[in-house]
């Protein structure tokens, strides 16, 4: 009868040698249940350590796998966080709160899109918030730029704006030998000599109030140059005389911008910056009951998060810390929460600390 099988089972030639062979030896005689015992403990421990040998190696193969996922992961992260200056060059800035409803129109065509949160900013974009709408925009250099409601503002360069109409508060991050930021309007332009301070433009006046630092604004109506110096503000008309009068670090005309100011980062940082950061967006003066508050303030280290908490909301967290805050006029003063029954214990001692 014809072998049917198909080729890949038919016996090889060795298989056919290897048959004849065991049929020529004939039966072999039993090794015995100990010898045989012996034999199938060797062969499962050799088993055993083969497949132990197999999956260490595909562990490491894993593990190296996630390494390098890992990396891909944070190479991508750095990437997106840093390197999309390089990848992008016309990229200058990117959204770092947003508040409410924001849009922009990105440069070279007319699509408008909603602003979110991380969103890249790149030169020529217009950003525009509506009524209930702010955000803070952060250039790679570390300036900010925060727009107020119903606000438009074109982004020009790396450390230019241009404020079509509404409000921006500029925080520039001036360091020796940069150029400073600039901010033109259709009434003049406003740059900062190292400074925090606020632009309002309208259709018939340019206004300019100076949070601490230097502006020098070159505006036609103002008949040349002009330098407001911190504390101060000046209104320009398009037609009169421009207006000038002081502002205090907390005067009202500032807290819109506390509501996108940069997140403070709370894990790990010592309860004194902690307050420093409030005092800073919230322009309150900070006194500390003594020396001794001032010393454990600068011990305590807080964890957590604040998330997006404006600052004076942000002060809540107090609450857990030992520490009391409280505000008077212009002032946050830090003391010692009490223990109840012992009214004078972490009382005042010495001279306030400013």
Do not use: C, N
């Amino acid at each position: 009868m014809s072998d049917t099988r198909p080729p890949a089972d038919r016996p090889s030639p060795d298989e056919e040698q290897l048959r004849r062979w065991l049929g020529e030896a004939g039966p072999r005689p039993d090794p015995g249940a100990e010898r045989t015992q012996r034999v199938h403990a060797a062969v499962q421990a050799a088993w055993r350590r083969a497949v132990d040998a197999r999956r260490r190696r595909r562990r490491r193969t894993g593990l190296a796998l996630a390494a390098a996922l890992l990396l891909a992961a944070v190479l991508g992260t750095v990437g997106v966080r840093r390197g999309w200056i390089a990848r992008s060059p016309d990229v200058v800035a990117s959204a770092e709160r947003v508040a409410g409803v924001v849009l922009r129109a990105p440069a070279g065509h007319g699509s408008v899109e909603r602003l979110a949160r991380g969103g890249a900013l790149r030169i020529g974009d217009v950003v525009e918030t509506a009524t209930d709408g702010a955000v803070a925009v952060t250039y790679e250099d570390g300036a900010t730029v925060r727009i107020a409601p119903r606000s438009r503002v074109v982004l020009e360069d790396r450390r230019s704006v241009r404020l079509e109409h509404g409000r921006a508060y500029v925080d520039s991050g001036h360091s020796p030998g940069q150029a400073g930021f600039l901010i033109s309007t259709s009434h003049g332009t406003v740059q900062d000599v190292g400074t925090r301070f606020l632009v309002s433009v309208t259709t018939d006046e340019l206004g300019v109030w100076v949070r601490d630092g230097r502006v020098r604004i070159r505006a036609p109506a103002a008949g040349g140059d002009l330098l407001v110096d911190a504390g101060r503000f000046v209104e320009i008309p398009a037609r009169g005389e421009p207006r000038h009068g002081t502002v205090g670090p907390a005067d009202p005309i500032w807290e819109w911008t506390e509501r996108v100011a940069p997140p403070f980062d709370l894990e790990g940082a010592s309860f004194e910056r902690f307050i420093l950061w409030v005092s800073r967006e919230t322009g309150l003066r900070v006194r500390w009951a003594d020396e001794d508050v001032l010393t454990r303030a600068r011990e305590t280290v807080m964890h957590g998060s604040i998330g997006e908490l404006a600052p004076r909301d942000a002060l809540k967290v107090v609450q857990t810390t030992g520490f009391a805050v409280r505000l008077e006029d212009d002032r946050l003063v830090v003391g010692r929460t009490q223990a109840p029954g012992r009214a004078r214990e972490g009382a005042p001692r010495g001279a306030p600390a400013e």
